[in-house]
């Protein structure tokens, strides 16, 4: 069972099913889900069929987590995800989703999580492992239930996070340096390529570029 929720450019995989908002054929209203609320969905028949509804919302701080990183519209099932997902986020069922919140927050105990705290404290953490070396280390922080391996865990993502911060300001600065120097900028399309530019953050890097220039922008690594 393959689940998806980007656009289907070239048919479906040879699977026993394939759940994507995106199908034509789908008689589910809402086309924008993330690739979690895709899952969740599943998840969400899956249990409903066994008569288990009430155990899904143990899951809903992660659904939160993967909505706002996914940069989905936060519009009906997305919106509700979300809404119930951060109010789980201080009391959650996960160890390690409990231990990263109680480093990264202070008030953790009273604070009301929005939007913000997830796509620009908690989510570049994880995304960090899956640009930088291996997305899995985010997976394993969800379900370990060691108290040890979930700070082992953590210091890794924290470490990969502040790598991935260094290299993004690396790249932009030599980027923004060659559109400078070599006047890139009175280009239609501004493309920069360098040796040594990560390719786990150059996007990141070109849509920083973006916005200083408003100008389409590429960046390579060579």
């Not at 028949?45 to 008569?51: H, I, K, N, V, Y």
């Not at 120097?181 to 501004?190: A, D, I, Q």
């Amino acid at each position: 069972i393959v689940t998806d929720h980007h656009e289907i450019n070239s048919g479906n995989p040879p699977a026993y099913a394939v759940i994507n908002p995106k199908r034509e054929d789908n008689k589910f209203p809402y086309k924008y889900l993330a690739g979690v609320g895709t899952a969740f969905m599943l998840i969400y028949a899956l249990f409903d069929r066994l008569g288990r509804k009430e155990e899904l919302y143990k899951y809903l701080d992660i659904v939160a987590i993967g909505t706002v990183a996914d940069i989905v519209p936060l519009l009906e099932e997305n919106r509700i995800f979300t809404k119930f997902g951060m109010e789980r986020l201080n009391k959650s069922n996960w160890l390690g989703i409990n231990m990263l919140i109680k480093k990264l927050f202070e008030d953790y105990q009273v604070k009301k999580f929005n939007t913000y705290d997830i796509g620009f404290i908690i989510a570049p953490i994880f995304n960090a492992a899956g640009r930088l070396e291996d997305a899995k280390r985010a997976v394993e922080l969800f379900i370990e239930k060691d108290h040890r391996v979930c700070t082992q865990i953590i210091n890794e993502l924290l470490n990969n996070n502040s790598e991935r911060k260094e290299s993004q300001e690396m790249i932009l600065e030599r980027a923004i340096f060659k559109i400078e120097t070599e006047k890139l900028f009175e280009n239609s399309v501004l493309v920069v390529a360098e040796e040594g530019f990560h390719h786990g953050v150059i996007g990141i890097v070109a849509s920083k570029i973006l916005d200083r220039y408003y100008k389409p922008t590429i960046i390579m690594e060579i």
